[in-house]
């Protein structure tokens, strides 16, 4: 099967499939998004959606975190992964961007780059999620799933080749959803330790497919 065609294939089953599709940390505010997407990094949604209530009610914004110290955060951060790193990552992201952006996240890959403890995945969350431009991030779910799908080459392994080969192939419009179907479908159904082709409609097209 041409490259050109699998995608197509692939894309729209998940037009179908997920036509409708979105984050499943939750937040209440931009900076809330960044927040738990820093987060999340080695770490379960499902975890940070059980911390973030409690963490958002004491420093609902830029500028109550900005004022706190990482001890401070550390408080109700301690059940995720790596917490005295994040916790100091996630105050010192809250006074730059009280700092040099009035307590607005940046929507500039660049600016958000600078940010303390923003990678470029965490980069093209926010600007796919919050601003709503084509970016692809891509975690281990993304990539893992990628591959196993034949979407892209051995060759693409770090998580910025298999983004820049993606988006060379995914429709602009489709790309902040891509991310999401791609994820979802490595969270669910293409898991990390024995993937449930048995429950998987893409067998066809797979050529990782086990069954």
């Not at 995945?121 to 975690?139: E, L, R, W």
Request: net charge neutral.
């Amino acid at each position: 099967m041409k490259k050109q065609d699998r995608y197509q294939y692939i894309l729209e089953y998940f037009r179908k499939q997920m036509p409708e599709v979105q984050t499943e940390l939750e937040f209440g505010n931009i900076f809330q998004l960044l927040v738990a997407v820093i987060l999340s990094a080695q770490c379960t949604d499902k975890r940070i959606n059980q911390v973030t209530p409690e963490l958002f009610r004491r420093f609902p914004d830029a500028h109550s975190m900005a004022s706190a110290e990482p001890e401070d955060v550390l408080e109700y951060i301690k059940s995720v992964s790596y917490p005295n790193a994040k916790a100091d990552h996630l105050v010192k992201m809250a006074r730059k961007i009280v700092e040099i952006h009035h307590g607005e996240v940046p929507s500039d890959m660049n600016l958000l780059l600078d940010l303390p403890g923003v990678g470029r995945k965490t980069a093209n969350v926010i600007q796919s999620v919050a601003f709503g431009k084509s970016a692809m991030a891509v975690d281990t779910h993304v990539f893992r799933v990628s591959h196993r799908l034949g979407l892209v080459p051995d060759k693409a392994n770090t998580p910025f080749k298999v983004e820049q080969e993606l988006i060379k192939y995914i429709p602009e419009e489709d790309i902040p959803r891509a991310h999401h179907w791609l994820l979802l479908h490595g969270r669910y159904i293409c898991t990390s330790r024995r993937p449930h082709c048995e429950k998987c409609d893409l067998t066809g097209v797979c050529p990782s497919a086990s069954l």
